[in-house]
């Protein structure tokens, strides 16, 4: 009777940790977005500026919905909220399982972690500074004649969100190859020698990510393809580091 009372009590411990790392992640979100609630409006017209920049003739977007341009700009609020808040997030994750790794897991998973972040934000950094703007200059240019260039609020939103996510997720293969290297899953030299495949493979990816249209699968591709020769880079030096004699 003792045992068993002894062993439902870590487990019970671990519910109580990870509801209340739970309610610190949801809380940070909340938080950051009724922050940003006042704000609302304008950080729509931050997010639309690529594209407003290219509308020619100085149109505007529409809204087709009629409450679109009132809960629009709250969704895009939230959304930005939880891309603030997920340093934040990922501590609490970080924080709820660091107590069970060994020494040498934490070593590994918490550079990966912040790694990991940053190279998910620099996707959507490079999406929005240099893909947006060559990619709306050509949208409005490839505009057939008598049509009006006039593109819906709702729509581009979630547009812009699938290419943010497209590229965040993409930015990650540098973090992946380190990681299947480090774990001992495939060697840096096997990565190497399927170059090929993995750059088709990075634009069959890039064309199933994006919308249809070459213009986007291209630019979301040859930075892949950059960032691959990158990961197996370091990918090399981490395999070096784990066979050396400690």
């Known amino acids: 009777?003792?045992?068993?009372?002894?062993?439902?009590?870590?487990?019970?411990?671990?519910?109580?940790?990870l509801r209340n790392r739970l309610l610190w992640a949801v809380g940070s979100v909340l938080l950051v977005f009724l922050c940003l609630v006042p704000f609302a409006s304008d950080i729509y017209a931050w997010f639309a500026e690529p594209l407003t920049r290219a509308i020619p003739n100085?149109?505007?977007?529409?809204?087709?919905?009629?409450?679109?341009?009132?809960?629009?700009?709250?969704?895009?609020?939230?959304?930005?909220?939880?891309?603030?808040?997920?340093?934040?997030?990922?501590?609490?994750v970080w924080a709820f399982v660091a107590p069970g790794l060994y020494q040498n897991e934490k070593s590994i998973?918490?550079?990966?972690?912040?790694?990991?972040?940053?190279?998910?934000?620099?996707?959507?950094?490079?999406a929005y500074f240099v893909v947006f703007p060559l990619m709306f200059q050509f949208f409005a240019a490839m505009t057939p004649e008598g049509v009006a260039f006039t593109p819906d609020i709702a729509s581009y939103m979630s547009f812009?969100?699938?290419?943010?996510?497209?590229?965040?997720?993409?930015?990650?293969?540098?973090v992946a190859l380190v990681l299947l290297t480090r774990m001992g899953v495939v060697s840096a030299e096997k990565i190497?020698?399927?170059r090929g495949y993995f750059i088709l493979g990075a634009f069959v990816v890039a064309m199933l990510m994006t919308p249809p249209d070459p213009f986007s699968q291209v630019m979301l591709a040859l930075p892949v393809c950059l960032l691959f020769e990158l990961g197996l880079f370091f990918a090399r030096k981490v395999e070096k580091n784990r066979n050396e004699p400690q």
């Open 109 to 126: 998973v918490l550079p990966l972690v912040v790694s990991s972040t940053a190279l998910f934000y620099l996707g959507i950094a490079f």
């Open 58 to 92: 100085g149109g505007s977007m529409i809204a087709v919905d009629p409450h679109g341009t009132f809960f629009i700009p709250f969704k895009l609020a939230f959304a930005t909220a939880f891309a603030i808040a997920v340093p934040f997030v990922l501590y609490q």
């Open 1 to 17: 009777m003792n045992n068993s009372v002894e062993k439902t009590e870590p487990f019970v411990s671990h519910l109580v940790e």
């Open 160 to 174: 812009a969100l699938s290419i943010f996510f497209a590229f965040g997720v993409a930015f990650e293969v540098p």
């Open 192 to 194: 190497a020698g399927n």
